[in-house]
């Protein structure tokens, strides 16, 4: 199973079970795709990295 995660500008983000539509997203928002294992290590890993891809997590197209 897949969860969203929404970024925010402020650095901020949300975990949604499903993919959400460009229309709900605010401006300048991006989301990413991760598994149900993904850790809070592995989130706070891929924050310090500057949200760049990591293994677990990936950018979603618009």
Known sequence: MEYYLMLF???SFKIYK???SQGRM???ARQ???SS???VQDLY???ANGYKKLN???EVES
Do not use: L, M
């Open 26 to 28: 605010e401006q300048g």
């Open 45 to 47: 890993t891929w924050a």
């Open 32 to 34: 990413f795709a991760c």
């Open 18 to 20: 499903n993919k959400q």
């Open 56 to 58: 677990t997590v990936r």
């Open 37 to 39: 294992n993904v850790t």
């Open 9 to 11: 500008k402020n650095g």
